[in-house]
């Protein structure tokens, strides 16, 4: 069993940035592949951007892709999701996972553990 917590969402204006963070328990960290996903109101849950069990490998959506940057650290437990250059349309509930293997997955059927989630709000 592995729980997740996510921190770090806020409220900001367009253009500014946010980091979050996202602290895991009760399993082999280091072992796992990390996965960000957001869901905003109305919206399914979308991917984000995924990292390999080293942070050697990491995945982004197209739309985030250059504004977002996935890292981690092992010997902290901890995966963050650095977001520079925010707009409106990233407005939404951002959460971490855990895939039980050590490669990026872009798909949350791949996913095994959730956290509960940090909402992020962008201002115009």
């Known amino acids: 069993q592995v729980q997740l917590v996510e921190s770090g969402g806020g409220l900001v204006q367009a253009g500014g940035s946010l980091r979050l963070s996202c602290a895991a328990s009760?399993?082999?960290?280091?072992?796992?592949?990390m996965g960000w996903f957001r869901q905003a109101p109305g919206k399914e849950r979308e991917f984000v951007a995924a990292?390999?069990?080293?942070?050697?490998?990491?995945y982004y959506a197209d739309s985030v892709k250059g504004r977002f940057t996935i890292s981690r650290d092992n010997s902290k437990n901890t995966v963050y999701l650095q977001m520079n250059s925010l707009k409106p349309e990233d407005t939404a509930v951002y959460y971490c996972?855990?895939?039980?293997?050590?490669?990026?997955?872009?798909?949350?059927?791949?996913?095994?553990?959730w956290g509960q989630g940090t909402q992020v709000t962008v201002s115009s």
């Open positions: 990292i390999g069990w080293s942070g050697a490998s990491t």
């Open positions: 996972a855990v895939r039980l293997g050590p490669r990026v997955g872009i798909r949350d059927s791949e996913y095994s553990y």
């Open positions: 009760g399993g082999t960290f280091s072992s796992y592949a």
